[in-house]
């Protein structure tokens, strides 16, 4: 069962334009969310957080959306650059709990 | 932000072995730490999370006699695959959570042969 989802296995952008990964969840008792990066072979590095209580928490050229009522967030990057080229994961967790949910990942590939 | 460090990051063992991974936390002190697998082209899966000084609490389907997991100290988690299977082969990732984030180590690549 998987309770987060990235439908999107892969997405390709130009540098300079906008990024955006989707991120789905089914578990209404997930109220932090968090979003990943992965190079091959590496541990995840935390990019951005947002807690249910926001609907938009913004960091340099990343910002993330929450739509709750759509169980719904995103990720968007802008501008994109070569070095965003990476895995991102979206994961999420309740309360306190610190046990984190992961989705399967996006693969953005940013093109020159 | 904080640093986790894994050891080994290539490990290639006969099957039937055992294998020990290290987790530590180098600038802060760990309370909790996670054990997550990752096959390719998968998600992070987590396997078990341990408190230190406490016994680990391991996810649905994931044998506790097979994967030891001891987090003897605030800094130190050690994950030990026993007798290791090729089905077991994966990619190993831990994290260490004090009182912010979680921070993710880099990895243990384990292949059984």
């Known amino acids: 069962d ?3 989802k990235q439908n999107s296995p892969s997405l390709s952008v130009q540098e300079g334009r906008i990024s955006i990964l989707n991120c789905d969840y089914t578990n209404s008792m997930f109220d932090y969310f968090l979003w990943y990066k992965k190079y091959p072979a590496e541990g995840p590095t935390f990019l951005i957080s947002i807690s249910s209580i926001k609907d ?5 050229r990343f910002t993330v959306f929450l739509n709750k009522s759509a ?7 802008v501008p ?7 895995v991102y994961f979206c994961a ?13 990942g996006t693969r953005l590939q940013v093109t020159l | 932000g904080a ?16 294998v020990k991974i290290e987790c530590r936390s180098l600038d802060f002190q760990a309370t ?3 054990w997550y697998r990752q096959f390719p082209k998968q998600s992070l899966m987590l396997m078990a999370t341990s408190n230190e000084g406490s016994k680990a609490t391991y996810e649905q389907g994931v044998e506790k006699d097979k994967f030891l997991i001891n987090h003897a100290s605030l800094t130190l988690s050690t994950l030990t695959v026993t ?11 831990c994290s260490a959570k004090g009182t912010g984030e979680q921070y993710f180590g880099p990895g243990t690549r384990l292949t059984v042969t």
Not at chain 1, 92 to 104: C, V
Not at chain 2, 3 to 18: A, D, L, N
Request: with cysteine; hydrophobic share 30%; net charge neutral.
């Open chain 2, 83 to 93: 007798s290791a299977h090729p089905e077991d082969s994966s990619f190993y990732i």
């Open chain 2, 32 to 34: 909790t730490m996670f």
């Open chain 1, 56 to 60: 938009k928490n913004e960091d340099g």
């Open chain 2, 3 to 18: 640093v986790v460090s894994q050891h080994p990051s290539r490990v290639i063992c006969k099957s039937g072995t055992s």
């Open chain 1, 80 to 86: 994109s650059q070569p070095g965003d080229s990476a």
């Open chain 1, 2 to 4: 998987q309770q987060v």
């Open chain 1, 92 to 104: 999420a967790n309740t309360g306190t709990a610190s046990k984190l949910t992961f989705g399967t």
């Open chain 1, 71 to 77: 169980k719904h967030l995103s990720l968007h990057i």
